[in-house]
């Protein structure tokens, strides 16, 4: 007889999981539309920021006003799209002193799928918005050369640009294992991250340039996609080129996201200690 479960019957019980936390969070209306506007809010407050400093400057490493529409937008995208998915895993720390996650250890199902699984933030796509829309903004006033590379870049761009921040946030998770109240550590790679795919990579000096670029490469996640499509120069050591190998930079930061969450599964042993 054949198996009346196929390979793709595995992902039920996880989208079983998000439907019903989906249904939880808009059986509240005014709560889950109060959620969303302070996430709108959180949004048009960064881009402000950013416009402000523009504003008051011609260009900052070779990015103007105009370009940085497109540089805002394609990281603060990626971002809001990671948090969606996979940003609510810095409640580990929670989980690990209330002891949930030993709850987690019982079922048939990975840890960490069961972790990324077990909420979704719908808020955060009113910021996602937001980031959408000065990106489709920058696409339509800045000199963009419309190809079907530049469609394929910009694809490559979001899902890479996502795929880097998803990776980080589970690279953070697995180091709370390791620390006691160690999110606040961990945010400034995440969160922090995040304000510095905001700034043109250009900017910092050649030991932040490698970082950005290549320990923690959220230059992937904006900049050089921007410099890429406007045609304009990289700095040294970061060329517009790199902006094609996104994926090989998302991959990077998965191998090091699952390495530290194998070891800080491996570490952990129970929520007694």
């Keep these: 007889m054949a198996d009346p479960a196929p390979y793709g019957g ?7 999981v998000l439907r ?9 209306p005014l709560s889950f539309a109060t959620d969303m506007a302070s996430s709108l809010l959180i949004g048009m407050v960064e881009f402000a920021e950013m416009w402000l400093i523009y504003d008051n400057v011609p260009s900052l490493g070779g990015v103007d006003s105009t370009s940085m529409l497109l540089l805002f937008g394609l990281s ?14 810095d409640t580990l720390p929670t989980y690990i002193r209330m002891g949930t996650l030993d709850a987690f250890h019982l079922r048939p199902q990975p840890l960490l ?6 909420d979704v933030s719908l808020r955060r796509l009113a910021r996602a918005a937001v980031a959408g829309v000065v990106l489709t903004i920058g696409l339509t006033i800045n000199p963009i050369d419309w190809q079907l590379r ?7 761009g979001i899902l890479s640009g996502t795929a880097i921040f998803a990776g980080l946030f589970v690279c953070a998770a697995g180091l ?13 790679f995440t969160y922090g991250g995040s304000f510095a795919a905001q700034q043109p990579s250009s900017i910092f000096d050649r030991p932040m340039r490698v970082a950005f670029g290549f320990a923690v490469p959220v230059s992937f ?10 045609g304009l120069p990289g700095p040294p050591w970061l060329p517009a080129s790199l902006a094609w190998f ?27 200690g």
């Excluded at 996640?221 to 406007?230: D, F, K, Q, R, V």
């Design 150 to 156: 530049t469609i394929a870049l910009l694809t490559i």
């Design 246 to 272: 996104g994926p090989v930079a998302a991959l990077w930061v998965w191998l090091l996201a699952l390495l530290s969450w194998r070891v800080g599964v491996r570490h952990y042993q129970g929520g007694g």
């Design 176 to 188: 709370q294992f390791h620390l006691i109240d160690g999110s606040e550590l961990t945010n400034s």
């Design 76 to 89: 603060n995208l990626c971002f809001a799209l990671a948090q969606v998915g996979v940003g609510h895993t």
């Design 10 to 16: 595995r992902l039920t019980p996880y989208l079983v």
């Design 20 to 28: 019903s936390r989906m249904r939880a969070q808009r059986s509240y």
């Design 221 to 230: 996640t904006g900049y050089l996609p921007t410099i890429e499509l406007l």
């Design 113 to 118: 799928l069961q972790l990324i699984t077990s």
